[in-house]
């Protein structure tokens, strides 16, 4: 284990419904990170938080909407998403946004989520 | 464009034999390169992490190149287990100045399935 963990691990919901992704990090990290990751397709890179404030939104439709109550969690609420919506959502986190080059992000397990 | 492309996209041996998988990049400047392992059903684990100025790098049965001139690396697998069956992942890091950290494009991934 990575020390991220990420609930629930599988998610189908239909396109009206609303529903939020959570992670926790038990590393005592500072940056936490969501990314997409679609069927043959690299990572995209969503959103970035570094102590509890948003330091990256790489143009991610509003029906993506981040939370950052504290540097231990974070979570990502869903609304009216779309069938192409539909992916593996993984959470990372690491000690600091990248100041250090050679930093590490730790994934956790992700969220396999189905838009029907 | 920053891009990070791998080769092959699919690769299928035997186990116990060994394996060469290739990554191509044109990110620039460059901080430094990575390999992840990605089991199915998980997120992406680090395997090695190389500056410019290093050419090789092992972990074990897993042996990294970079030639930063070519913009080039591979990752080696020696005597292949059905445990290797997994997506190694090719990250390259690159410094945004503007906001002072380093950021990570990610390539699609090679899909390597060792069969018995």
């Known amino acids: 284990e990575t020390g991220v963990t990420q609930t629930p691990r599988h998610l189908v919901m239909g396109m009206t419904n609303k529903k939020s992704l959570k992670c926790e990090q038990h590393?005592?990290?500072?940056?936490m990170y969501w990314y997409k990751q679609s069927a043959k397709k690299p990572l995209e890179l969503m959103f970035v938080?570094?102590?509890?404030?948003?330091?990256e939104n790489n143009s991610v439709p509003s029906r993506f909407s981040p939370e950052c109550p504290n540097s231990s969690h974070l979570f990502l609420h869903l609304h009216t998403l779309q069938p192409e919506d539909s992916a593996l959502y993984l959470c990372?986190?690491?000690?600091?946004?990248?100041?250090?080059?050679?930093?590490?992000?730790?994934f956790g397990p992700g969220t396999r989520l189905t838009v029907t | 464009k920053n891009q990070v492309e791998q080769s092959p996209q699919s690769l299928i041996i035997l186990e116990g034999k060994n394996c060469t998988l290739q990554?191509?990049?044109?990110?620039?400047?460059?901080?430094?390169l990575r390999w992840y392992k990605q089991d199915t059903g998980r997120g992406p684990v680090s395997l090695t992490i190389m500056t410019f100025s290093e050419n090789t790098k092992s972990n074990g049965r897993y042996t990294a190149t970079l030639d930063a001139d070519t913009k080039q690396s591979s990752l080696h697998i020696t005597a292949s287990q059905l445990s290797d069956s997994a997506s190694y992942i090719c990250?390259?890091?690159?410094?945004?100045?503007?906001?002072?950290?380093?950021?990570?494009?990610f390539g699609a991934g090679t899909r390597l399935a060792v069969h018995p």
């Open positions: 990250v390259v890091s690159f410094p945004v100045f503007s906001g002072g950290y380093n950021k990570l494009i």
């Open positions: 938080y570094s102590l509890e404030e948003r330091v």
């Open positions: 990372a986190s690491s000690q600091d946004p990248g100041t250090d080059p050679s930093y590490e992000q730790y």
């Open positions: 590393l005592g990290h500072n940056a």
């Open positions: 990554c191509n990049y044109t990110v620039s400047p460059f901080s430094n």
